[in-house]
């Protein structure tokens, strides 16, 4: 079992799932909203892996642990994945961080 990961890091929340705008969800997220890709986080291949899934070939979002807000989770996904403000390595880093904090199966 891996190890709970923080739900602050580098200045941003990810639990509660943060709130994005119809906007952000519809035009994406600001640059400010990811992890500076020259400091990107560890996050486990397995949430990589499906983050590259739903940016290039659609989707459903993992199983999600029960205190998260599924419809919020997915406007949040989407607002990070559809912007074009920061670098892809960021995208990945960022969503990846959150489907692992966010993820059911991965933490006791």
């Known amino acids: ?15 509660p799932v943060p709130h994005f705008t119809d906007v952000e969800v519809a035009f ?3 640059a400010d909203r990811y992890f500076d890709r020259r400091n990107l986080p560890d996050v ?17 979002l993992p199983d999600l642990d029960e205190r998260i807000d599924r419809d919020k ?9 559809s912007s074009f ?12 961080y959150a489907l692992w904090l966010w993820s059911a199966k991965e933490h006791a």
Do not use: C
């Open 1 to 15: 079992m891996m190890e709970r990961p923080a739900e602050t890091i580098n200045g941003m929340t990810f639990f």
């Open 28 to 30: 994406g997220a600001s």
């Open 44 to 60: 486990p291949r397995r949430f990589t892996n499906i983050v590259d899934d739903l940016f290039f070939k659609g989707g459903q």
């Open 73 to 81: 989770a997915y406007r949040a996904v989407r607002a990070w994945l």
């Open 85 to 96: 403000a920061p670098p892809h390595e960021s995208k990945v880093a960022t969503v990846g």
